[in-house]
């Protein structure tokens, strides 16, 4: 089969975007498939830039590109793309490695929905839903799945006005963004105003959300198939960018050390969760647990990272799926879907 991976891009996850997808590539090359990857920044890569690449090491660094860096890249990326469909059409299938900004916000699906063009993941109205936190947090709670209180801040707005009906610590971040960039835990008035300007760097909405205290854990869906719950256990306080991407930086605890019937619980909600936003195909659902059990709905990843730290392959192996067998469960999910 020819598949092309679609890597890169213009967003702040540009680097985790390249780690997974060479990896997915070099994957799906042992399955037999005709790779080909396609950077939708810099146009198609060759065997040896791929190699090169690897050859550096650690492909994410502990902080993501700069705006500058990415602002540069952008200038490019739509004549790039105009003058890649003719490969696109080729493949009989695209397998979406991007994470961020136009790879994970629905544009990119559009533009392959109308060109007829089967691609991983979900839909573009379903990856516009879950890459927008706010409304995702609507229909969550829609769906009976707990979540945080939250408000959405504007530039001007004062402290007072943001925290209103929340609690110190609260967590601040932009609304459309993932890998938590531009994510700050707030615990003093004070600083509310500084981590507000911070994550406008990188969103035109801005979210402050109160701060759950607990346990992290995550569930990944594949065809709305629960897989094995896992935790995550960060060196820092939260689940940032350096401890997603560093290893050594977290621990990943799968399945997770917890009671069977809140494994469960966690699985039904994630299920729930998957549907509420229309998803399909591959994703990810991440929560927090209270001390008492109670369990709070943190977002969902429609495009989740397959480094060799990320943790849906992490999730797969507990449930005896090697990283060739989920790249291709990924793949064929994607061909059974028909295109708007």
């Not at 701060?211 to 094995?228: K, N």
């Not at 997603?244 to 469960?264: C, H, L, N, W």
Request: charged letters at 25%; glycine letters at 8%; proline letters at 5%.
């Amino acid at each position: 089969m020819k598949i092309t991976v679609l890597m890169g891009g213009t967003s702040a996850e540009r680097d985790v975007s390249i780690a997974t997808s060479l990896r997915v590539a070099e994957a799906l090359r042992t399955r037999e498939h005709e790779v080909v990857t396609l950077d939708t920044a810099r146009g198609p890569l060759t065997l040896n830039e791929e190699k090169a690449l690897l050859a550096k090491g650690a492909i994410v660094k502990t902080t993501p590109p700069s705006q500058a860096e990415l602002a540069e890249m952008a200038a490019q990326t739509l004549p790039q793309m105009l003058r890649a469909i003719p490969q696109l059409q080729k493949a009989d299938c695209v397998f979406l490695g991007l994470h961020g900004g136009f790879g994970e916000d629905g544009s990119i699906q559009a533009l392959l929905d109308m060109a007829g063009i089967r691609y991983t993941g979900s839909g573009h109205l379903a990856s516009a839903l879950a890459m927008d936190k706010d409304l995702s947090k609507h229909l969550f709670r829609r769906a009976g799945v707990q979540t945080a209180s939250w408000a959405m801040a504007r530039r001007d707005d004062q402290p007072d006005e943001l925290l209103k009906g929340l609690l110190l610590p609260v967590v601040v971040k932009p609304s459309k963004q993932g890998s938590t960039v531009g994510l700050s835990v707030v615990r003093k008035r004070e600083e509310l105003a500084a981590a507000v300007a911070e994550a406008f760097q990188y969103d035109d909405e801005v979210m402050v959300e109160q701060f759950v205290a607990g346990r992290e854990l995550t569930v990944g869906i594949i065809d709305g198939e629960a897989l094995p719950v896992g935790e995550i256990i960060p060196k820092h306080e939260i689940y940032d960018y350096e401890c997603k991407y560093t290893p050594g930086m977290a621990e990943e605890v799968f399945p997770a050390q917890i009671p069977s019937d809140r494994a469960r619980e966690a699985q039904e909600l994630a299920r729930k969760a998957f549907q509420a936003l229309k998803l399909r195909g591959c994703a990810r659902i991440d929560f927090r647990m209270t001390e008492d059990g109670s369990l709070f709905c943190l977002e969902a990843n429609t495009l989740p990272g397959m480094t060799g730290t990320s943790l849906i392959p992490q999730g797969a192996a507990a449930a005896g799926i090697s990283f060739p067998e989920l790249c291709e469960r990924i793949v064929q999910s994607a061909l059974r879907e028909v295109p708007r």
